[in-house]
């Protein structure tokens, strides 16, 4: 039927989790649940499950620049969304075609897996800060980046505000740090240095949180694409992140995943967090 309009594209630049439930495979999952139409430029392969990673190899930056000037160059991106870059040579080359797409992007600086293990290279620490974080419309570090990449340490809520202005140093304009690790509510920082939105939601008790990062950048990048401005796209990222978590699932012997689809109608978990008072399809309150 040639009279319909495509949903607004988002592009996601990350690696494939080969169990489903973080990386490419998260992205696209949370663009479908929120109504956006989702790309892929694969830059890694992991061999990975419920337990950790056991293999990752890198794609050729040829490879990664092709996939990504096929997309921008046909179809056109309504967001961008980074993940795991693995190298300097591929931070830098992804930052490059970043700055040349007119387009808000969300940068979430992968460093190690929800298991620890590492995904970025030491040697592209530097590449993140100096190339990658200046062209970010939102970078989303949670606090063991945050560590990385700044040497902050946050230790408890008021912590957050030192490390949001030092990300800020680096260039993004908005910045989200995750306070996810933190004991108490589930609060995250969003500050462009001069307006600040704090985020609470009750903490889960669910151990399934794998994809809990990617999820959230790709829910962002989801409704910047829509049009919506930077602190109702986070807000309403936050709430479907919540609601994913709410209803994480076991798989495998580990840490199972977040539920994608948990706002969708036919999704048991959407009845779940239904009696709990989550919000609505496109994860607005």
């Known amino acids: 039927m040639s009279g319909r309009t495509a949903p607004p ?3 996601t630049v990350a690696g494939s989790d080969s169990g489903g439930g973080a990386g490419i495979q998260a992205d696209l999952k949370t663009m479908l649940a929120l109504g956006v139409h989702g790309m892929s430029v694969l830059t890694a392969v992991t061999a990975q499950n419920s337990l950790g990673v056991q293999g990752a190899w890198e794609l050729p930056v040829e490879a990664v620049r092709a996939q990504y000037c096929s997309v921008v ?7 961008v969304k980074t993940g795991m870059l693995s190298s300097a040579e591929l931070v830098e080359t992804v930052a490059e075609l970043i700055a040349g797409t007119d387009a808000p992007t969300v940068v979430d600086p992968v ?9 970025l290279a030491a040697s592209a620490l530097d590449s993140v800060r100096t190339r990658l974080l200046p062209v970010a419309t939102v970078a989303t570090p949670n606090l063991d980046e945050v560590r990385q990449l700044t040497g902050v340490r946050v230790g408890s809520e008021p912590d957050l505000r030192r490390a949001a202005e030092a990300m800020l140093e680096f260039g993004p304009r908005w910045v989200v740090i995750k306070g996810g690790h933190l004991s108490g509510d589930a609060v995250d920082l969003l500050t462009d240095g001069s307006e600040e939105h704090w985020l609470r939601a009750p903490r889960q008790d669910n151990r399934h949180t794998h994809g809990t990062g990617c999820t959230l950048a790709s829910a962002i990048a989801s409704h910047l694409a829509k049009g919506h401005p930077v602190p109702e796209a986070v807000k ?10 709410s209803t994480g699932f076991p798989l495998g012997t580990g840490i199972g995943p977040v539920n994608h689809a948990w706002n969708l109608p036919w999704s048991a978990g959407s009845r779940a967090a239904g009696a709990m008072g989550e919000g609505g399809r496109d994860g607005t309150p």
Do not use: N
């Open 9 to 11: 594209g988002v592009l």
């Open 73 to 79: 160059d046909d179809i056109g991106v309504r967001a």
């Open 111 to 119: 460093g190690v897996s929800k298991h620890g293990d590492p995904l």
């Open 236 to 245: 309403a990222a936050k709430t479907y992140v919540t609601g994913a978590i």
